[in-house]
């Protein structure tokens, strides 16, 4: 079936840190992959996406590629501020589906200054 | 655009009555999902409709749970009667399967059962 797998949280950086967060999947076929970041008191907010191998998706510092040799979907940041505190989530649109995105359990990041 | 509204933001209720969730999806989008968010189990996806049709109800927990789309622009989620362990925050998001399968999320909605 599909699956989403997400390194455990809280990661606690420094201002200015480099940023890991792992994700990888199963699926068949060519699933889309997203990740997503809710704020304090927010609904999730899509951060960036990938539709096929290769590609980079990449939005505010954020950037991560869809490795379909290793199924995976990392999201790094050269250097990340106090403000990117946060929850990011991983997700994969299965191939064919109705629109329906299959999440990671999460992962909560806290910088501080 | 407004972006998906959720409303009441806030809902404060006793066991045993009835809480009605609601929601106003993007104009223009064909699919809306509701989601449960508790720290115990994290997001969990209860519900969601395809061109106002329910798809896939197996996430919802049980019989007190019921979700309606009466039109394109309008969904609501009940539960009746609530209990303790409902409480949480709900949403509702949407999406628009031509433009690439992304979920545009609502506010959300804090219930809390006493």
């Known amino acids: 079936g599909n699956s989403v797998t997400q390194m455990e949280g809280p990661v606690t950086l420094s201002e200015e840190a480099f940023l890991t967060i792992n994700c990888t999947y199963t699926?068949?076929?060519?699933?889309?992959l997203f990740w997503y970041v809710q704020y304090p008191g927010e609904g999730l907010q899509l951060l960036l996406k990938?539709?096929?191998?290769?590609d980079k998706g990449s939005n505010k510092g954020f950037e991560a590629t869809y490795r379909k040799e290793t199924t995976s979907f990392h999201l790094e940041k050269g250097s990340v501020q106090v403000s990117d505190s946060a929850v990011y989530f991983c997700?994969?649109?299965?191939?064919?589906?109705?629109?329906?995105?299959?999440f990671g359990a999460g992962t909560r990041l806290a910088v501080h200054p | 655009d407004a972006g998906v509204i959720q409303s009441p933001r806030h809902e404060v209720t006793e066991m045993g009555q009835e809480v009605t969730l609601r929601c106003k999806p993007i104009?223009?989008?064909?699919?809306l999902f509701w989601y449960r968010q508790t720290m115990m189990r994290g997001l969990e996806l209860l519900i969601y409709?395809?061109?106002?049709?329910?798809?896939?109800d197996s996430g919802m927990p049980e019989d007190r749970f019921s979700a309606k789309m009466p039109n394109a622009s309008f969904s609501t989620l009940k539960i009746q009667p609530s209990e303790p362990r409902d409480s949480a925050v709900y949403f509702c998001?949407?999406?628009?399967?031509?433009?690439?399968?992304?979920?545009?999320f609502g506010p959300g909605t804090r219930l809390t059962v006493t």
């Open positions: 699926a068949t076929g060519y699933p889309s």
């Open positions: 997700a994969l649109a299965p191939s064919g589906g109705y629109n329906k995105l299959i």
């Open positions: 998001a949407s999406s628009f399967r031509a433009s690439g399968y992304e979920q545009y």
């Open positions: 409709f395809n061109n106002n049709v329910p798809i896939d």
């Open positions: 990938a539709t096929k191998a290769d």
């Open positions: 104009s223009g989008h064909n699919s």
